[in-house]
C-alpha cells in the first residue's frame, strides 16, 4: 500500500472555478503535511504547510482530518497560473523522509 | 533564499558509465536528499543524508551510492548506468531533523542509452 494517494487528475476547470484535490496517507504516526506545486518540468516548490487546525492563504484553503487520514486543498477562484501539479506530502517526524503523492494535475481554462 | 544547485540540468551517458550527480546547498542544512521522478510514480527516494559522513537508504537505493563530504555538498553515483535509471533526479534539502519544508534544485534530467 502506498504510504500517500492522490487523484491523479486531470483537473481541467473554467478560470474562476472553485477545485478541491484530496490526498490520503497510510501512516498514523504521521505529523507534518504539505501541499507542494510542481510546474512542467520545474522542481516541487512548497505551496503551504498543512494545520491541525486547517490553514488559509489567500485563495488557497488546505485542512486536515487526522481520524480520516486524509488533508485536502481548496483553490478558489482559480486562475490560468495555477495550472500545475499539486503533490501532497507527508512526514512521520520520526525519520527525516518524506512520503510524496504522486501528485493531481490541474489545468485552468480560459 | 535557499539555494539548491545541481550540476547538470540534462545529461546523457552510456550503459555501464559510471555517472556522478552533484548538489550544492547554501543554507547550511543539516539534512539532503536524493529523489527521482518518474511519470505516474512520483517522487522516491533513493538515500538521504542528515549529517556530514552519514547516510541512509531511501525506498529505490539499488544501483547507487552517494556521497557527503562536506555539509553543503550531496553526490549521488551511479556505479554502472543502466537504461532504467533513465530519469529525473532530484536533489532537496532541508533544517534541521524535524519535519521542516524540503528546498529542492531543479533537478538532472538523465538520459542512458
Known amino acids: 500500500r502506498k504510504e500517500v494517494e492522490q487523484d491523479p487528475g486531470p483537473f481541467n476547470v473554467p478560470e474562476g472555478a472553485t477545485v478541491a484535490f484530496n490526498c490520503t496517507y497510510s501512516n498514523s504516526a504521521s505529523q507534518s503535511f504539505f501541499w507542494y506545486r510542481q510546474d512542467c518540468r520545474k522542481e516541487p516548490k512548497l505551496l503551504m504547510s498543512?494545520?491541525?487546525s486547517g490553514n488559509e492563504d489567500g485563495r488557497f484553503t488546505a485542512q486536515l482530518n487526522r481520524a480520516s487520514q486524509y488533508i485536502s486543498l481548496l483553490i478558489r477562484d482559480s486562475k490560468l497560473s495555477d495550472s500545475a501539479t499539486y503533490l501532497c506530502?507527508?512526514?512521520?517526524?520520526?525519520?527525516?523522509?518524506?512520503?510524496f503523492g504522486t501528485g493531481t494535475s490541474l489545468t485552468v481554462i480560459p | 533564499d535557499v539555494k539548491v544547485t545541481q550540476s547538470s540540468r540534462y545529461l546523457v551517458k552510456r550503459t555501464g558509465e559510471k555517472v556522478f550527480l552533484e548538489c550544492v546547498q547554501d543554507m547550511d542544512h543539516e539534512n539532503m536528499f536524493w529523489y527521482r521522478q518518474d511519470p505516474g510514480l512520483g517522487l522516491r527516494l533513493i538515500y538521504f543524508s542528515y549529517d556530514v559522513k552519514m547516510k541512509e537508504k531511501g525506498d529505490i537505493p539499488e544501483g547507487y551510492s552517494v556521497s557527503r563530504e562536506k555539509k553543503e555538498r550531496f553526490s549521488l553515483i551511479l556505479e554502472s548506468a543502466s537504461t532504467n535509471q533513465t530519469s529525473m533526479y532530484l536533489c532537496a534539502s532541508s533544517f534541521t531533523r524535524a519535519a521542516e519544508t524540503q528546498y529542492f534544485g531543479p533537478g538532472t534530467r538523465l538520459l542512458v542509452l
Open positions: 498543512v494545520y491541525s
Open positions: 506530502v507527508v512526514n512521520t517526524n520520526t525519520g527525516n523522509q518524506f512520503y
